[in-house]
């Protein structure tokens, strides 16, 4: 859910191209775009608010697009994952953790439908 510019309201004041902390907004073609790949929402800055959209003089250049649930949802865990410092690690001990519930509540599921049996 990355920002993006509305061109048509865009006045090519060139102050979202300086503020972005990604540097996530370039000038294709003459009119200024944001690559969605490099917007972070100015989330994880220093920033509290996105600084395009405060700094925009039109107040309505950069907009946030339309929400998508799992794009969303997919961008913090590539975000998340990727500030993991040691995956393997954290993987492993995620599928042992995981195998061993399933295996605990596969087991008393077991004993349950044998005990309705007998
Ligand atoms: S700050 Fe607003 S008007 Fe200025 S270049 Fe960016 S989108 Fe366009
Ligand atoms: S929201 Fe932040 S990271 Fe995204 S384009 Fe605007 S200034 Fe850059």
């Given amino acids: ?10 006045i090519s ?31 994880g800055s220093i920033h509290t608010v996105p600084q ?6 039109t107040c309505n250049g950069c907009v946030k697009q339309p929400s998508d649930y799992w794009e969303g949802w997919f961008a913090n865990y590539n975000r998340v994952v990727a500030k993991l410092t ?11 953790s995981y195998s061993q519930k399933y295996s605990e509540q596969l087991q008393k599921r077991q004993s349950q439908t044998m005990g309705a049996e007998a």
């Fill in 86 to 96: 040691n995956k393997q690690d954290y993987w492993e001990l995620w599928f042992q």
């Fill in 13 to 43: 004041c060139n102050l979202c191209l300086t503020v972005c902390p990604t540097n996530a907004i370039k000038v294709v073609d003459g009119q200024h775009w944001i690559d969605p790949e490099l917007c972070t929402n100015c989330v």
């Fill in 1 to 10: 859910m990355a920002y993006q510019i509305l061109t048509s309201q865009c």
């Fill in 52 to 57: 395009c959209k405060a700094g925009c003089p």
